[in-house]
């Protein structure tokens, strides 16, 4: 069975709230726009089939008003030749006619009205199957969005803090290390002046590097981070 049983049900349904309840909006509203979609059709085929018999029935009303007014004719030509009894089968014939033109142009009345019911019910149907078409592009643009947004925040949890550390702890142990290389060396003797002063510009160095080691990592985590956030905002 279909989402809807009758056009009715489809001219009387609340997309939005529909799609609010559903576990799965995006598959709803496509299952919506294929049976819009499909009693579309029926309706435009049952309007055409309506129109091709009115027409066929048009053609019927005019040749019996034609018959109308040959026998109408007949009649009257009985009557001056003094044939009557002519002239009453003449109008019977006419009566015959007369009737069934009455009949077929109630039936042609009848199509017009059921024209102009598909033709509203068409309209009806079209305009809610474009309310569904922009729903549904607004539901597809929700989801890229969505989409792009998580990717982005697992991004960003991704970024490995764990190697910039890993060189920290390499620069600070190269440190403890060349300090303890340093006391080994100086073990037992006093350290001269110029030992002090080599061992202070090296101290500097040292730290100059991992301060800029600190610098140009925490910048390219920072663009990296503004670029990630830009995209989030994207819609």
Known sequence: MGIFTRFRDIIGSNINSMLDRAEDPEKLIRLMIQEMEDT???????????????????????????????????????????????AREALLEKRRFTQRSELLADEI?????????????????EEKLKSAHDKER????????????RRAQE?????????????????????????????????GHKPNLEDELQRLEMDEEIE??????????????????????TIIDEK
């Open 208 to 229: 100059n590097e991992l301060r800029g080691l600190k610098t140009t990592t925490i910048d390219k985590m920072e663009e990296r981070v503004e670029a990630l956030e």
């Open 40 to 86: 579309l059709i029926e309706l435009k085929v049952a309007c055409a089939g309506v129109m091709a018999e009115s027409n066929r029935v048009r053609h019927q009303l005019q040749t019996s008003e034609k018959r109308i007014h040959y026998w109408e004719d007949r009649a009257r030509l009985a009557v001056t030749r003094g044939k009557d009894d002519l």
């Open 109 to 125: 009345s009848r199509h017009q009205f059921l024209m102009g019911q598909y033709r509203e019910d068409i309209r009806q149907l």
């Open 138 to 149: 607004e539901l597809v643009q929700r989801h890229i969005h969505a989409t792009r947004k």
């Open 155 to 187: 991004e960003i949890r991704r970024i490995d803090h764990s190697d910039t550390i890993i060189k920290f702890e390499e620069l600070e142990n190269r440190i403890d290390r060349m300090e303890a290389e340093a006391g080994l060396v100086n073990f």
